[in-house]
């Protein structure tokens, strides 16, 4: 019987648009921003960013470096929000529901200071809710210092929530991430980005009892 149901942010909770992120990131004087965004782990100054091995605001000055002038806080910030096309108001009904019937929900994401400024903030839902109101505990690669798909991340989670993986539902877009847990033993759900997951879930959940 699954207890606790870990979900991925990109992808499942809010739907990705990668290419609008792109053309911000563009936008700012970022040529070939094409070449160093990813849909599911970046790489550069990104990267580094995402695994926590440079801060927000080491990420801001390099930025200002690549492109040859000052970036600012904000505009950083409307860059990586830029990967957000949309949050299904479906799903946020859905994460309320999963825990009034008893479900633990933790949130497991690749992801950095600038969105997490915004996604942990009173403006996630248009509700004056941030994230964390849908979630028991958040994991966020940047705090953590490692980036799915690696085994550590999801080893950390297991640990820190003393989770058995046979009892655990984990929910992401990323069929690399899928695998990595599915080799620790998770049961898993590997939706489309932006895909209606609602059904799918609960026939999974139906399924492992």
């Known amino acids: 019987m699954i207890k606790t149901i870990i979900f991925d942010f990109g992808g499942v909770i809010i739907t990705l648009d990668q290419p609008q992120a792109i053309r911000r990131f563009q936008a700012l004087g970022l040529a070939d921003a094409d070449k160093r965004l990813d849909a599911y782990t970046q790489g550069g100054i990104f990267g580094e960013l995402e695994e926590g091995r440079i801060t927000a605001e080491e990420f801001r000055i390099q930025l200002s470096a690549l492109v040859g002038h000052e970036v600012s806080v904000d505009e950083c910030r409307y860059a990586w929000v830029g990967y957000c096309k ?9 994460l309320k529901e999963l825990r009034r019937r008893g479900y633990r ?4 994401s690749n992801t950095n200071p600038y969105m997490m400024s915004w996604a942990d903030s009173a403006d996630f839902d248009g509700s004056g809710h941030p994230v964390s109101d849908y979630f028991d505990a958040l994991y966020k690669s940047y705090e953590v210092g490692v980036m799915k798909p690696d ?4 080893r950390h989670v297991l640990e820190s929530e003393r989770l058995n ?3 655990t539902l984990f929910v ?10 599915e080799a ?3 049961h898993t759900l590997c939706p489309a980005n932006g895909a209606d997951w609602t059904l799918s879930i609960e026939q999974t959940l139906s399924s492992l009892l």
């Open 105 to 108: 929900l933790v949130l497991l």
């Open 86 to 94: 949309e949050l299904p108001h479906r799903n946020l009904l859905k």
């Open 151 to 154: 085994p550590q991340f999801f």
């Open 165 to 167: 993986p046979a009892e």
């Open 184 to 186: 620790l033993g998770f």
């Open 172 to 181: 992401d877009d990323g069929p690399r991430n899928v695998a990595a847990a």
